[in-house]
């Protein structure tokens, strides 16, 4: 058996998104931007995607903007920001490098000044401090994703959204980890950019959008043609944007059943784990029902494998995992570090999708319980 448990670093492509893609890779692959019969099909395409991910959203189609994925959409959120004014960015320690590298970046280039929001030892955000730091700074942008990719630490985008009106600055949230499993209304939230990747719910790798809202400013990082309405050069990628539309239209559809049943299951796991292994922990509010995101949950184990880490131990065992961020392998986590965990212990994150199981929940339990019962007895 083989069993995939690293739903968030990306998800299997869901089959009737791959039959919604397949016209436009073998039929109707015109260019958009051509003036004949095929690149009008093509165009006609990409605006109906459009407009079904802003009539799920609440949002305008306009509103709505293409890009590459998840991190090229971060990086235009922030540098629109900071060109149309900003000058503070507010944002935290466990943020995606996205967010945290681009920000370094404009350190640099802009002397941006960057202040981070307090927390305590679960992760969870100081939202006094935030009001604090806005209060005592103009010209604001706050950067807070929605749930942590690691430890799955949901943060209240409500009620930041609410704080950043009041002092009337901008608001961004990386929604990657969430959108497709949560529902968005973009009337309702204060939110100014907002961004997602179709891979990470059953759509295809390459391919996301940003959310802009009106009025907001957008600055150009790629230079050429006039795709995107003059904002993002660069031919579409219309097989992507199609996946990405039905992805996003299917896991509205399926949202309540789906959440139901991986809920069940990362429970389930939480539950076996806590009986089998006593020395297990739970990072963040990774087990904390209310307040993580249903398809991620973050243990701590001790170091027992000399030489070889647990994750090595699960895939020989043909059983995929991650100890955090698929972008940060081969190097520290630095959500990890700012939790302060301490040495002699392997993280391991699991993360859950509609097409897992319990049988599998039941293996991966086993497999962790017989390289710790020698210990536990």
């Given at each position: ?6 739903n968030?670093?990306?998800t ?11 016209p436009?890779?073998f039929?109707?692959y ?15 395409a990409?605006?109906?995607?459009r ?13 709505i ?8 959409a ?12 900003i000058d503070?960015?507010i944002?935290t ?5 996205a967010?945290?590298?681009?920000l ?5 280039k ?9 927390h305590?030892?679960k992760?969870?955000l ?17 950067s ?9 630490n949901?943060?209240d ?12 600055a ?7 980890q ?16 907002l961004t ?5 719910f059953?759509?295809?790798k ?15 990082l ?13 031919t ?23 959440t ?25 509010n ?12 973050s243990?701590k184990?001790?170091s027992?494998?000399p ?13 995929s ?7 940060c392998?081969g ?6 570090k ?15 999708s ?7 929940i ?6 962790l ?9």
């Amino acid at each position: 058996m083989t069993i995939y448990l690293d739903n968030a670093a990306t998800t299997q492509l869901d089959n009737e998104v791959f039959n919604a893609m397949t016209p436009h890779l073998f039929e109707n692959y015109g260019n958009p931007s051509a003036q004949h019969s095929h690149g009008r099909r093509a165009k006609i395409a990409v605006e109906a995607c459009r407009a079904t991910i802003a009539l799920l959203l609440n949002a305008s189609p306009e509103e709505i903007i293409f890009t590459s994925g998840g991190t090229e959409a971060d990086n235009m959120a922030i540098v629109s920001a900071v060109e149309s004014g900003i000058d503070h960015v507010i944002t935290t320690g466990f943020e995606h490098q996205a967010v945290l590298q681009t920000l370094t970046n404009l350190q640099k280039k802009h002397d941006t000044r960057v202040s981070f929001i307090k927390h305590d030892e679960k992760g969870n955000l100081d939202l006094q401090h935030l009001e604090y730091l806005l209060r005592t700074n103009t010209r604001n942008l706050v950067s807070v994703m929605h749930a942590n990719n690691e430890i799955g630490n949901l943060n209240d985008i409500e009620r930041i959204g609410e704080l950043c009106e009041r002092y009337k600055a901008l608001f961004h949230t990386d929604t990657v980890q969430t959108m497709g499993h949560y529902r968005f209304d973009l009337q309702k939230l204060k939110i100014d950019f907002l961004t997602a990747s179709a891979h990470k719910f059953h759509g295809p790798k390459g391919v996301g959008f940003l959310y802009r809202r009106k009025g907001n400013r957008l600055a150009k990082l790629v230079h050429g043609g006039g795709q995107e309405r003059g904002q993002r050069a660069g031919t579409e990628n219309i097989p992507g944007i199609v996946g990405l539309s039905k992805a996003l239209e299917i896991a509205y559809r399926n949202l309540e059943a789906d959440t139901r049943y991986i809920t069940h299951l990362k429970y389930t796991l939480v539950d076996r784990l806590s009986e089998l292994i006593p020395e297990i922990q739970f990072n963040g509010n990774s087990a904390v029902e209310d307040r993580s995101l249903y398809t991620v949950l973050s243990v701590k184990l001790p170091s027992i494998l000399p030489g070889r880490s647990l994750l090595q131990y699960l895939d020989e065992r043909r059983i995929s995992v991650s100890g955090g961020s698929a972008c940060c392998a081969g190097g520290e986590s630095h959500v990890l570090k700012a939790l302060n965990i301490e040495p002699g212990y392997d993280t391991i994150r699991f993360s859950f999708s509609k097409f897992n199981n319990e049988r599998e929940i039941d293996y991966v339990a086993a497999k962790l319980a017989d390289l710790f019962e020698p210990v536990l007895v």
